[in-house]
């Protein structure tokens, strides 16, 4: 597909932060880069409504030099989802009563990364408060996918994606409950990764509430590997932080050499799948396979996961909105407002059997995970709909009658505490780009992403980003 933007910003991120560490770049000529490539593609597609082009730039005055650390950014532009605190920049959180907030104080992510030679250059589209798979809300509008640009980019970290796959940024930073990372991730064919809760540190008033959690969202698996390597650390603000578990996750891409995958189409039963992803994925695993791979058709499972990952979802709602004033919540948009009010309709018996069903689910996937690298499934079950279908009424001629029924693949990972990657592995017939959604074992990033890395390399290649396809109508 066409790309018009300039060699630069069409380079991988190790490669660039392999220049910028030699200085054949400087933080300079990949700010003009960034800011050329959004005033050529942003119009279109509407991913990062928030610039910070001259933050970026007194930033990368400051930075130090010479830094051994395997996440050294080194003065690379980068963007940050609008549901995370950057000081001094607006934050809206996709909500109108936020829509002029500009915090004092960044989120301990950004001041890491920042710490970290990573130069933030702007804010990233999300629906409200990061509710839903399809990325719009009423401050900034809607982020349109960029194979298409009357379909559903995902959400809810689509103007993360957007923004990778048109070449605006080299690594964007998501989010992800619900499938927030990996379903954007998927429908803009680029990578995105779920961290174990704790991995990567954040502010919350929620500290202890794992199920939300931040991730590196970049073209290549490599280049993931290297966000991760930048976000992760130990820090005593997260309740639930816990250290490294290995030194560097690029060096750990190596590690699988024949990946053993259990392919479970439609996790037993559990997530419907439409004719033609059912078709993508499986002309998929057949090549995966064929290349050297490991491929049992095999599930664990996973006794009442839809209404524990519900419940989970609930609380976390409740906990979070619970004391809000009534100024930020009463505007809330409908599917919003329904959580929230599930939330707090939960009772302590509901409480209980979603740690207890939790429980059974991590168990179960633990030990089925001892004879296993990943398990490999759809990411969603469907092929990207019109963005202005709020969310997918029918998959695999079931009729869905709650919002996020569209997105069971994403439960799993979620309620298990497990970490899960989106990799694209080909094309569908029309060209739009197709993911597989693989979920690894406990703090098991080094192993979801060396058989990423393997997959990647096996379908050839990352891809490279875009040019929007405008689609009238």
Not at 366 to 374: A, H, I, P
């Amino acid at each position: 597909m066409a790309f018009t933007g300039s060699e630069l910003c069409a380079l991988e991120a190790h490669v660039v932060v392999r220049l910028l560490k030699s200085k054949e770049l400087s933080p300079e000529e990949l700010i003009n880069a960034a800011d050329a490539r959004l005033a050529q593609v942003d119009p279109d597609v509407n991913a990062v409504p928030t610039r910070c082009v001259e933050r970026a730039r007194t930033h990368a005055s400051g930075l130090q030099r010479k830094v051994d650390d395997p996440g050294w950014l080194a003065g690379l532009p980068i963007g940050i989802k609008d549901l995370t605190a950057v000081s001094g920049v607006r934050s809206t959180f996709g909500t109108k009563a936020l829509a002029q907030n500009i915090p004092t104080d960044s989120d301990p992510l950004v001041l890491r990364l920042e710490g970290r030679g990573g130069l933030v250059m702007g804010k990233t589209n999300t629906p409200e408060f990061g509710a839903g798979g399809n990325t719009y809300n009423d401050v900034f509008g809607a982020t349109l996918n960029p194979y298409h640009t009357r379909l559903n980019a995902g959400g809810s970290s689509g103007g993360a994606a957007v923004s990778l796959a048109t070449g605006a940024f080299w690594l964007s930073h998501g989010s992800d409950h619900g499938g927030s990372l990996r379903t954007p991730a998927a429908y803009c064919g680029i990578v995105g990764l779920r961290t174990s809760p704790g991995l990567v540190a954040r502010g919350s008033v929620t500290g202890f509430i794992g199920e939300g959690v931040e991730g590196p969202m970049a073209r290549s698996v490599t280049d993931c590997a290297l966000f991760l390597d930048a976000m992760t650390g130990f820090d005593s603000r997260s309740p639930i932080s816990f250290p490294k578990p290995v030194a560097s996750y690029q060096d750990a891409l190596d590690q699988v050499s024949r990946p053993r995958i259990a392919w479970a189409p439609d996790l037993d039963g559990f997530a419907p799948v439409d004719a033609d992803m059912a078709r993508y994925l499986s002309r998929a695993m057949g090549l995966i396979e064929r290349a050297g791979a490991h491929v049992d058709e095999a599930c664990p499972a996973l006794p009442n996961l839809e209404r524990t990952y519900h419940q989970l979802r609930g609380l976390m709602w409740a906990a979070n909105f619970a004391k809000a004033p009534k100024s930020l919540t009463q505007s809330f948009k409908p599917t919003l407002a329904e959580n929230l009010a599930y939330g707090m309709s939960l009772t302590a018996t509901d409480f209980a059997e979603a740690q207890l069903g939790r429980s059974v689910i991590y168990d179960n996937m633990r030990q089925f995970l001892s004879g296993y690298d990943v398990v490999a499934c759809p990411v969603v079950g469907n092929m990207p709909h019109a963005q202005s279908e709020e969310w997918v009424r029918e998959v695999g001629g079931k009729t869905l009658t709650g919002y996020m029924d569209w997105l069971r693949f994403a439960f799993l990972a979620t309620t298990a505490g497990l970490p899960s990657v989106s990799v694209p592995v080909g094309w569908s017939d029309d060209g739009l780009p197709v993911g597989l959604q693989l979920i690894g074992p406990p703090r098991g990033e080094a192993t979801v992403l060396a058989t990423a890395k393997w997959i990647e390399d096996a379908m050839g290649g990352p891809n490279r980003p875009i040019d929007p396809v405008v689609t009238p109508g």
